[in-house]
């Protein structure tokens, strides 16, 4: 068996979990022959998905194969930058942090463009690119949905400005806020690329990335083509978010996306009328994934009216809202800042 024969049947081994080969993820480092016998050498982090793949690899040769593994390093403290040497689509950003969450309706839009505006209120420039096809709602939260696309003298798109942060979204290129974008993922991925490639962001301090929602290829596209310098994960503390959410943790470790944090919104409701507090998806679940996964807690976000109210008015909460709720975004800024400057 020589070494094209190897990975041809390597690409139908899926990763646990994930529908993607482990060729495709970049899990197999190594391949070779040493006496008759594929060595097959997987870099990874988690050990279940190891074992897993040790006993599909097996069942795949029948059992004439030795699997290894390359123990990536196990970073106690963070080393940033250090991602699979990607393609850098946007040599003008020197920051790029990926909003991304498990499950959708979670409330990662909000959080990507309240971080964004808490950013930009420290003095960063700060770039929004609303990355998620599937429900493109930072134009609506925003106040930018009436915008057209526009493009300057040297044929490059004009980004939104509003908030103190400029912005563009792939829901600026529909008609109307109502209509579908009915992409394959390979027609969204190049979407993606032309907004990173073609938008004339400037120079930019942080570019934030409101990614869609899962572990999917747009994901793991746009982590081959940036240098992401971290990821951010939103989760409520629901059982089933948290599920997804571990998938979406193994996902960047595996692709050696650094994790910045876990954000838990919709923690808890304080009861406006009683103060009462309910917790309504659960307590604590954030917290915990955060730590049996060892990744930064950047803080929590109440459910709570207003901050409802406001993202569907187009006002970023951390902008106008009333102190505690500027708090709870300037929070999860200034943590995730602790962990990249
Ligand atoms: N802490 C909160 N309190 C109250 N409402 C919230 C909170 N966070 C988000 N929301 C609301 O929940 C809804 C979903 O939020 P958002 O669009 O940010 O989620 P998402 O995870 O980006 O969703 P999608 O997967 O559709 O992109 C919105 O109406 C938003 O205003």
Redesign the pocket.
Known sequence: MNKETILEELGKVRYPGLDKSIVDLKVVEEVAEENGKPVVTLSMQNDEAYQVLESRLSDLFNGNVEVRRKAMMQKKSMNYGDTANPNNRAPYAKRIIAVT?G???????????NLSVALAQKGFKVGLLDA?V????VPR?TQTADEKLQWNDNYKIIPSENFGIKIMSVGLTTPSSDTPLVWRSSVAVSALIQFLEDVDWGELDFLVI?M??GTGDIQLTMAQELPITAGVI?TTPQPVALDDVSRAIMMFKDIKVPIGGLVE???FFIAPDTKKRYDIFGKGGGEATAKKYDIPFLGK????????????EGIPPVAMGDKRQKG?YKNIADNLLKQIL
């Open positions: 969450s499950k959708g309706g979670v409330g990662k839009s909000t959080v990507s463009v998620d599937y429900g493109p709602n939260m409101d869609p929602p939103v919104n919709m923690s976000i109440p459910l709570d009216m207003q901050i409802r109210e406001f993202s569907d709870y």
